[in-house]
C-alpha cells in the first residue's frame, strides 16, 4: 500500500512517500481502508519527536481517519465489516490501510460525507468538552476565542454560537477573521494588529469575558486572563505557538476565575459515556446542519507534507484534510471470502446467535444504525388471540369469533389485535439483545407506530430491529430509540413498524 512516512524526525520536507507493506491486526483491532484523513497540529508535532506519544521509527503520521472497515480481529463485537467509521488512530493514517484499536472507532451515518466524517471529531470532540463539560457555557455568557480560525479555535465558534454564547474571535489576520464571522462571531480582535486587552474593554466595557478558550498560549495567555470577568473560567486548551505560558497567580485570587485544563483524549478514556453522549449530539448537529467543518484544502496523499507545512505557516483557515483514497463500492473493496464472512455474520446475528451481546451500555450508544438482527419465528394462534380479548376486554367478533370469520374475512381466519402484535415486541427484544451489567430495560413509549398489515390466526411473524439513537440520562441510565419492523412470513408488507423508545437502568 502507498504510505507518507517518517524514518527520521524533522520538518514536514523530510517526509517519504512511498510502498509498504499493509498492516496486520491484533484480536482487538480492525483494519481502515482509508478514504479521507484530517491533518492536525499534533502530525506536525509527532514527526519532529516533540508530541506526548513517540512512536518509534518508521511511521505513517496521520491521527485522525475516515473510511471503511476490511477485517476485524476476533474479539471484536460492536463493528462489521463494511461498516463507515472514523478511527482516532493516533499515527499510521496517512496511508491506504490503518490498524486501529477497536475502541476508538465508531460508527458513522452514510448522511456524513467522508471529509466532513475526517474532519469533525477531534475539532468538535475537543470544543465541545471545553465549553460544556469544562466551562459550562451558559446562553448569554461572553466567551473570548484565540487562535479563532484554527482548527480547535473555529469549531469553538461555531459550537459557542450554538450554545448561546456572544463570541469574541481573535485570530492574526483579517482573512482568518471573516471566515469566524461567518461562522457566527459576534465580535473580533486582530491580534497582530490590536492590543488583545484594549479590545476587549471595548467590546465588553469593565467587566471583561465569562470564558476564554485558549488553543494558542504564549505571549496571548496573561493579556487573555487580565481580560476576564469575575468568577470567569480560563480554558487551557493548546500552545499553538509553540510557548507554554506561565501566569501570575495573583491574576486568578483577584478574578476569583478557575483556570482548567482541558484534555479531550483523557476524556474520552476516562469517562467513555459521557464522552459518547458527546459525540452522538454531535453527530446529531452535523446531520441537522447546524454545524459544519470549514474545509481549507483536499491535498492528495503525496502532499501531506505540503498540508503539514501550510498548517506550521499558519495558512490553514478551519480544515486541511487528505483525500487518501476514492470512493469506492464496498464489495469493490473487500475480498471476496470477507464479504462472504459478513454475509455469514449477518445471518448470524439475524437467526443462530441471538441475542445480541453488549458489553455495557456505552458499548449500545456506539451501536447507532447498526442492526440487532432479527428475532426467532413466533407463531400466532387462536389461543394467544382469545387469551389477549380476554385480558384486554377486547372481544370483538374478528378476534374471537372463529365460526362467523370462516364465513366473513379473507381466507376464513379470524385477525390478531393490532395491540397483540405490539404488545410482542418486548418479547422479541427481550430474546434479541443482551447488556451486561444492566439492571433493568423498559419499553416506556413508542413514536411513529402504524399497523400495516393485518395478522390473521396461524401467520408467523417475527422481529427485525435496529438502534436510531441513544440518548445518555442525567442519571446515568440510557434512553434507547428503536426502530422495528415486524414481518409477516410469505408477506410483502409488514404487519406494524415503530420507534420503540426503551429506558435502560
Ligand atoms: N487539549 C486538547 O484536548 C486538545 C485537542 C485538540 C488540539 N489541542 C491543541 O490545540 C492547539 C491548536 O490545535 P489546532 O488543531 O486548532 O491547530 P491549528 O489548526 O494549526 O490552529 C492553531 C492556531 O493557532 C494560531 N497560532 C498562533 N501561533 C502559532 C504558531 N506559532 N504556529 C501555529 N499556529 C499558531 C494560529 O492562528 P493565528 O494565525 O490566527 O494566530 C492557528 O490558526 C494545538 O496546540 C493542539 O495540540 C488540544
Known sequence: MKAVICEQFGLPESLLFKEIPSPTITPNQVLIKVIAAAVNFPDSLIIQNKYQFKPTLPFAPGGEVAGIIIDLGKEVKHLQIGDRVVALCGWGGFAEQVAVDANRVFKIPSAINWQTAAATLYNYGTSYHALKDRGQLQPGQTILILGAAGGVGLAAVELAKKMGGIVIAAASSQEKLEICQKK???????????DLRESVKKITGDKGVDLVYDPVGGALAEPA?????????YLVVGFASGTIPSLPF????LKGCAVMGVFWGAFTEKEPALSMQNLSELVQMIWRGDIQQEIYKIYALKDVAQAIRDLIDRKVIGKAIIQVSEEIEIEKIIPTDKTKDKEIQNQQLSEKELPVRFLNKTALTQAIGSSLGTSNWLNVNQEMITNFANATLDQQWVHIDTEKAAILLPDGKTIAHGYLSM???????YQMIHI????????YGINKARFINPVQCGDRIRLHANISQAELQDNGSLKLFINCNMEIKGKSKPAYVAEIISLIL
Open 436 to 443: 451486561e451489567g444492566v439492571n433493568s430495560f423498559f419499553n
Open 225 to 233: 486572563l487580565r481580560s476576564m470577568s469575575w468568577k470567569g473560567r
Open 184 to 194: 457566527g462571531a459576534d465580535f473580533t480582535i486582530n491580534y497582530s494588529t490590536e
Open 423 to 429: 404488545s410482542l415486541v418486548s418479547q422479541f427484544l
Open 250 to 253: 495573583n491574576l486568578a485570587l
